[in-house]
């Protein structure tokens, strides 16, 4: 897990270093991309949330590893919603994404905010603070599927 964790977060630092132009042959490719983001995030926020909600045992070091992964790749999808991604392969985007850009950064924005918070819970160790740190990142997660994703 440690390995993959490592990779996963050497792989994102490379690709946020590259621009996003250059990042993207097709709108299929962006969408790939954006959805493999999220993803790899709600794998680990998941993860998270088991223990948050008693389904699992509280493990310290795999909330922070999870965590920091989450915080990483918060800042990754959204190079991927460029102008003529919304078509060229299933996805569950709405148009409103395209339409309300400003409002759509905003919701990245706040992931990504609560996303750092979460990690900086993580690291305290105490199951207390990373429940509440869970509670909000998912309700900024709810917040924007409710406006910009199909159910």
Same mark, same amino acid.
């Given at each position: 897990?440690? $390995?993959?964790? =490592?990779?996963?977060?050497?792989?994102?630092? =490379?690709?946020?270093?590259?621009?996003?132009s250059?990042?993207?042959? $097709?709108?299929?490719?962006?969408i790939?991309?954006?959805?493999?983001?999220?993803f790899?995030?709600?794998?680990?926020?998941?993860?998270?949330?088991?223990?948050?909600?008693?389904?699992?045992?509280?493990?310290?070091?795999?909330?922070?590893?999870?965590?920091?992964?989450?915080?990483?790749?918060?800042?990754?999808?959204?190079?991927?919603?460029?102008?003529?991604?919304?078509?060229?392969?299933?996805?569950?985007?709405?148009?409103?994404?395209?339409?309300?850009?400003?409002?759509?950064?905003?919701?990245?924005?706040?992931?990504q905010?609560?996303?750092?918070?979460?990690? =900086?819970?993580?690291?305290?160790?105490?199951?207390?603070?990373?429940?509440?740190?869970?509670?909000?990142? =998912?309700?900024?997660?709810?917040a924007?599927?409710?406006?910009?994703?199909?159910?």
């Open positions: 897990m440690k $390995k993959l964790a =490592a990779f996963i977060v050497t792989a994102a630092a =490379a690709v946020l270093s590259a621009p996003a250059a990042q993207f042959a $097709k709108a299929e490719d962006a790939k991309y954006r959805q493999s983001a999220f790899v995030m709600g794998q680990h926020f998941s993860r998270i949330g088991a223990m948050a909600n008693g389904k699992a045992p509280f493990d310290a070091k795999a909330a922070q590893e999870s965590a920091d992964i989450v915080a990483v790749m918060s800042k990754l999808p959204w190079e991927a919603f460029g102008p003529g991604t919304d078509k060229g392969a299933p996805t569950k985007a709405l148009p409103a994404i395209w339409s309300e850009q400003a409002k759509y950064k905003e919701h990245a924005d706040k992931l905010a609560e996303a750092t918070k979460l990690a =900086a819970a993580a690291k305290t160790g105490n199951l207390d603070n990373l429940k509440a740190s869970f509670g909000a990142t =998912a309700g900024t997660c709810k924007c599927h409710d406006a910009f994703r199909s159910k």
